[in-house]
């Protein structure tokens, strides 16, 4: 009797811990904002004007997709027209597939040696997420897309 008393107990204690881990808030800013900016915002970034010698060319984000801002996370579509962000369904969000599609595919990104590959607790922390609805918080916007973006050409562990 005792023992199944303290098993009931333990079970319970094992249940309510791990239901307060999945309610854990997903801070965007800071642990969503920083794998999309050392993965994805050297190609997704706003327009910017680059000088080589005497031209001055203006970089267009790949595929008018911008990566940096609230409002192009939000509104960025992919070729078939839909919306890569769908907040609530990770399964239907197309900014996480992508990461997740075979290396040699030509529509996963990062492309590999372009920029750092997710971790798989890193892409599990993304759909986190969305599950929870994509909540931002007060964040609107990278005030310095261009800067920090170098990388020493190591992947993650
Ligand atoms: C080295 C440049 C580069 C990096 C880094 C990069 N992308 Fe892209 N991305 C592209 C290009 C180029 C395209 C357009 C591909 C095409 O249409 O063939 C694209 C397209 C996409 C699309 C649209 C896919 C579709 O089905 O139309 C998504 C979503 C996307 N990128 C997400 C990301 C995410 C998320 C990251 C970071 C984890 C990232 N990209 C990093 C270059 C990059």
């Known amino acids: 009797m005792r023992k199944i008393f303290f098993y009931t107990l333990l079970s319970g204690f094992l249940l309510s811990s791990a ?6 808030k997903v801070d965007f800013e800071k642990q969503i904002y920083p794998l999309i900016k ?26 008018g997709i911008i990566l940096a801002t609230k409002e192009g996370i939000l509104s ?4 078939s027209g839909s ?3 769908v907040p609530g369904e990770p399964d239907k969000s197309r900014m996480l597939e992508v990461t997740k599609l075979p ?19 890193d892409k599990e922390l993304f759909a986190t997420w ?20 170098e990388w020493d050409g190591k992947e993650k562990e």
Not at 19 to 24: I, M, N, P, S, T
Request: charged share 30%.
């Open 19 to 24: 239901a307060v881990q999945a309610e854990d």
């Open 38 to 63: 050392e993965s994805c915002v050297t190609c997704h970034r706003p327009p910017y004007e680059e000088t080589r010698g005497t031209r001055t060319r203006t970089k267009k984000p790949k595929a």
């Open 76 to 79: 960025a579509e992919d070729e």
């Open 83 to 85: 919306k890569i962000l």
């Open 103 to 121: 290396l040699d595919d030509e529509m996963h990104f990062p492309p590999e040696g372009k920029a750092p590959q997710w971790t798989a607790a």
């Open 130 to 149: 969305i599950k929870q609805g994509a909540d931002f918080g007060a964040w609107t916007a990278d005030p310095a897309p261009g800067e920090g973006l």
